[in-house]
């Protein structure tokens, strides 16, 4: 699998209306408490990390990083 520069950088490309929109969603967000506390992040992070040294399928720590993003 080869990925040059630009393949890579065509993926962040967005209209400024869309990056926009979407810094305001994230600041509305902050506004009405719908975050996740950094310290539960990192838990979350932490126990998966362990979970993954321990043995446990890969898929196990993308359900929690998975679950951190929609939250």
């Known amino acids: 699998m080869s990925y040059d520069k630009q393949e890579r950088m065509s993926a962040l490309e967005e209209s400024d209306e869309v990056f926009y929109a979407k810094m305001q969603k994230g600041l509305d967000d902050v506004r009405n408490g719908r975050i996740t506390p950094l310290d539960d992040v990192y838990a979350e ?26 939250s």
């Open 45 to 70: 992070l932490s126990k998966a990390i362990s979970e993954l040294k321990n043995g446990a399928p890969v898929a196990d720590a993308e359900k929690y990083i998975k679950g951190l993003m929609n």
